[in-house]
């Protein structure tokens, strides 16, 4: 079946160029030059989302925001392809939920591949979650694997996709102590530039978000974690 890109970019050139290059590739191009219209297009549920930072109105990191607030669309793997290229940008960028981000000038071969990882990466998930329960409870956390949906002592609670697959992986394994490199292969996918470090993020986020309850994920220092029994 074939596979629909969005591009977002105020750059009209770049999603021409986008587009041109995709296509010849055999993936279904559509796209949008401002941040309303990303949200807007978003909801056509593309396959992948590739999405630039610095437009005018509402930037990348506003956008991606609202992408994975919204139920509808918070699944879908988004690429940042940016000209800002440092290691903090980067690391907000994954911490934000997306699922790569290739800094500009483009290298089309380098795009494709990251596309068909994250493709990869994203029937890998599905194969992972389908595996797993459907409810898993950990004392008063309730994890519906299905529908995404993670609820403490009856109270729902907004995990980004990144987040959950991480919290689902470590429950369906509890008892065991996970790496961190295992973390990364399974929810990030293998040979993806993203560091330990976040990791540790997506972890502490998703024990504040537990509340009292994070404590049932125990930090194995110098190997990873573990939900402890």
């Given at each position: ?14 999603i ?7 296509e ?19 909801q ?12 005018p ?12 607030q ?7 793997p ?9 290691e ?19 290298s ?20 992972v ?12 956390v ?14 729902q ?6 987040e ?24 990030w996918?293998?040979?993806v ?18 509340g ?18």
């Open positions: 079946m074939q596979k629909t890109i969005l591009v977002v970019d105020d750059e009209k050139d770049i021409e160029m986008l587009r041109y290059n995709l010849k590739e055999g993936y279904r191009v559509i796209g949008a030059r401002d941040g309303k219209g990303a949200l807007e297009q978003a056509k549920t593309p396959d992948v989302i590739v999405l630039d930072i610095m437009m109105e509402m930037d990348g990191w506003d956008v991606c925001r609202k992408l994975k919204d139920p509808r669309t918070a699944n879908i988004t690429i940042f392809l940016t000209a800002k290229g440092s903090f940008d980067e690391v907000l960028g994954l911490e934000l939920g997306a699922d790569d981000y290739v800094v500009k000038p483009i089309m071969r380098k795009l494709l591949a990251r596309i068909r990882a994250v493709l990869r990466r994203r029937f890998a998930s599905a194969r979650m389908s595996e797993s329960q459907e409810i898993i409870q950990l004392d008063a309730e994890i519906n694997v299905p529908n995404y949906v993670v609820k403490v002592e009856g109270r609670v907004s995990l980004t996709r990144k959950f697959e991480t919290l689902v992986y470590l429950a369906t394994n509890r008892g065991r102590v996970v790496s961190r490199e295992t973390l990364l292969d399974v929810v996918g293998q040979n530039h993203v560091v330990d470090r976040t990791v540790d993020v997506h972890i502490s986020k998703i024990r504040e978000k537990l009292r309850f994070g404590e049932y994920i125990e930090t194995v220092k110098g190997v990873g974690y573990r939900v402890r029994t």
